[in-house]
């Protein structure tokens, strides 16, 4: 599908055409809008609805998905936003600043997914005109924000909404979910509803007591996040320039209401909408004549799948969840995985939280081990930078975690506990930019630790924000401002800025020296550094806290979609959300739902939860790519009744060479999604087996 670019003449038909259906779009009501609430006929606010604020963008100063910029200047122009007044930005100088990311095209974004820059034109440039609507959900503490754009073209007459709930932590402006899930539905003449989760890049200054509205804006009070921290004055007295962040401090373990987040982001859109463009108060659209897609990925993609597990009413036809964060307890009767000609093996139920936890332990001694197996002339992204390996190793030891204290030993004890030889050259990079930050967010959250616990003696700094002699120290915010953090920020710790700096990120506060990020911390001897293996161990044995144990049955998922058209669009080289916790949910549904499930399951080869961008552009290719394959799928089975395709295992080719410089991806690379894939390629699924080709 191309975007609609609109020039002025064409806005004017568009509304010499438009008007007259407009003014005639109320139809005959249905009976009741069953989303969440009884049965009405009448258009009604739900009671724990704000409306924030409303904006109806032009499509050439400013607009829904690029915020002006344009798809041009992004593709090729890697820059970053000025802020005419670093302590007081605009808002749009926040909305831009979060939209404003380099699409890079070798990835295959902008020709075969995203925007198209074929259609491009040199005076709207790919920017799609609409309004913007701002609002919250109001549940007691705990706020979620949601952002529903309307695009200028929105089909009254063939109505669609996609509901798009935020990747990882981010909030509701993450550039990737607006650019390429978002900007899929506005193509398709459907509104687009985001919801945040009840993260929204929540930061929150403890020592100034201010935070952000749902727009940005530093404040003290209408804060999307506010803890109540006892002690306060005292604590930052003793901890200065600390912060707390919404999924690690927020005690509300918000995951658990992942899935009716969905849903009741779906309900806005509904009320929304039929306020728009009813001429009355009756229901215009509802789930009989609307159709309602949830396109998700990473965490974004587990809250898809948990709003298809609670949707007992068939408001949402379709779900797309790629690289989903998945948690499902054990079912009495075993699962089990048969791996090409592997023998059959159960399948564990690890979470995240577990598989990261252990990834933070070993990665830092498994290094060497890493660039021993591989030839000398290939580049082990980031490894270089293990100058202390031998030391976490010794103190894994000594801890009685290893055996002999070899590198080797830790590699393989990854490799035991899921990972695979072919995902060790993304490990070294992994564990460098995510840190002790991912597992922390999740344990923390699960075990609803108060921001002043300091759980496992780490908190959350402001740290060096210049690259020269970095060593991961507390410092005050002088880079950056906090009033431009928001623009910035992912929602994930650390917040980077660039690759060898960082603004925020969690702090080892009894380092043996002075409080610093776990990459330079020692906490076995002063004079060897050790990543802090002292933190990395305590934050392991957390997981069987029965706080943080009851936190992840609240979280747990049932594997019953409801009978939902569903792909799960899993890449097999994932070292972050592994494989098998996509498996095991797929082969727990075929138990629950057996012939009556409609879920299709995608293992996609040489892909990863990273883009396929220098340093890996040699190496992997882009999911993203098999996300919008799978929903147009869905798009046309409902639209036009193509036959969906069977699950499947596709055969994607990295372009191979030396890193830096490969020439892009094309569809030889991107081989997409099968209507009828070779039966060597063909992944079976049946009352809790799962069968895949290796």
């Known amino acids: 599908m191309n975007i609609k670019i609109k020039t002025l003449a ?6 010499i055409i438009t008007m007259p259906h407009l003014l005639q779009a109320a139809v005959k009501p249905e009976k009741r809008l069953n989303i969440i609430r009884p049965e009405i006929q009448l258009n009604q606010k739900p009671d724990w609805l704000t409306i924030v604020s409303s904006n109806y963008y032009d499509g050439d100063k400013d607009d829904l998905v690029t915020a002006g910029l344009g798809f041009t200047r992004l593709s090729t122009t890697n820059s970053v936003t000025n802020f005419a007044n670093p302590a007081k930005p605009t808002i749009h100088e926040l909305r831009q600043a979060k939209l404003n990311r380099f699409i890079n095209p070798n990835t295959g ?6 925007f198209k820059r074929q259609d491009l034109t040199p005076l709207f440039d790919g920017k799609v005109a609409g309004t913007e609507i701002l609002a919250t959900i109001d549940n007691d503490n705990e706020k979620v924000g949601l952002l529903l754009q309307i695009p200028l073209d929105f089909d009254t007459n063939k109505p669609c909404i996609v509901a798009v709930p935020a990747s990882d932590s981010d909030g509701l402006f993450n550039a990737k979910d607006i650019q390429i899930r978002g900007l899929w539905g506005l193509r398709h003449n459907c509104a687009v509803v985001y919801n945040d989760k009840a993260l929204g890049n929540g930061i929150y200054d403890i020592t100034n007591q201010r935070g952000y509205s749902i727009d940005g804006i530093t404040q003290t009070n209408n804060l999307m996040f506010a803890p109540k921290i006892n002690n306060r004055a005292q604590y930052s007295q003793q901890y200065p320039n600390r912060y707390a962040i919404k999924q690690l401090h927020s005690k509300q373990n918000s995951e658990q209401r992942w899935g009716e987040f969905v849903l009741k982001s779906i309900e806005f859109a509904f009320y929304q909408l039929n306020s728009e463009f009813s001429e009355t108060q009756k229901v215009t659209f509802n789930k009989d004549n609307t159709i309602v897609l949830v ?20 408001i949402i036809k379709g779900i797309v969840a790629v690289n989903p964060q998945i948690y499902t307890l054990p079912p009495k009767t075993p699962i089990t995985l048969k791996l090409g000609d592997n023998a059959t093996k159960p399948l564990d139920f690890k979470s995240i939280a577990d598989y990261s936890s252990y990834a933070a332990l070993y990665i830092p001694c498994a290094v060497p081990a890493i660039i021993a197996n591989h030839s000398d002339n290939y580049i082990i992204p980031l490894a270089d930078r293990y100058l202390h390996s031998q030391n976490r190793c010794d103190s894994l030891n000594k801890a009685k975690l290893l ?54 003696n780490y908190s959350v700094a402001s740290t060096q924000q210049d690259p020269i002699y970095y060593m991961g120290l507390v410092k005050s915010l002088k880079e950056v401002t906090f009033e431009q953090l928001w623009g910035l920020a992912s929602g994930n710790l650390p917040l980077w800025l660039g690759i060898n700096a960082t603004a925020l990120d969690l702090v080892n506060n009894d380092d043996l020296h002075s409080p610093r990020r776990d990459f330079y911390s020692s906490s076995q001897h002063k004079d060897e550094v050790d990543y802090n293996t ?27 979609l409801n009978k939902i058209k569903t792909f799960i669009v899993h890449a097999r080289n994932n070292v972050k959300q592994l494989p098998d916790t996509a498996r095991a949910y797929v082969a727990l549904n075929s138990q629950i739902e057996n012939k009556t499930s409609q879920l299709r399951y995608m293992e996609v080869e040489n892909t990863s939860y990273l883009d396929g961008e220098v340093p890996f552009d040699n190496t992997l290719v882009s999911i993203d790519y ?8 869905l798009w046309a ?58």
């Not at 064409?10 to 509304?15: E, F, N, R």
């Not at 080797?408 to 930050?437: C, N, V």
Request: a positive charge; hydrophobic letters at 30%; glycine letters at 10%.
């Open 109 to 114: 974004e902008g020709s075969l997914f995203g």
């Open 10 to 15: 064409s806005w004017l038909v568009l509304i």
């Open 403 to 456: 055996t002999t204290a070899s590198p080797q030993e830790a590699l393989d004890k990854l490799h035991q506990y899921g990972w695979t030889s072919d995902m060790d050259i993304q490990l070294p990079y992994f564990y460098y930019r995510e840190s002790i930050g991912l597992p922390y967010k999740y344990i923390s959250s699960y075990g609803r630790f108060d921001v002043s616990q300091n759980m496992c």
């Open 626 to 633: 098999y996300g919008e394959d799978a929903i147009e799928w």
């Open 637 to 694: 089975n409902l639209t036009s009744k193509a036959t969906l395709p069977d699950s499947q295992v596709i055969r994607a080719k990295a372009q191979g060479g030396k890193s830096g410089y490969t020439t892009g991806v094309t569809s030889k690379n991107l081989i997409p999604i099968s209507q009828s894939p070779n039966r060597n390629d063909l992944i079976k699924k049946e009352n809790g087996k799962i069968t895949l080709p290796k």
């Open 295 to 314: 396109y998700g990925t990473t965490d974004g993609g587990g809250a898809a799948l948990k709003a298809g597990e609670l949707d007992k009413d068939n």
């Open 534 to 560: 002292k933190g990395a161990i305590c934050l392991n044995k957390k997981l069987k806290d029965p706080r943080v144990q009851q936190g992840l049955k609240q979280v747990a998922m049932s594997g019953n």
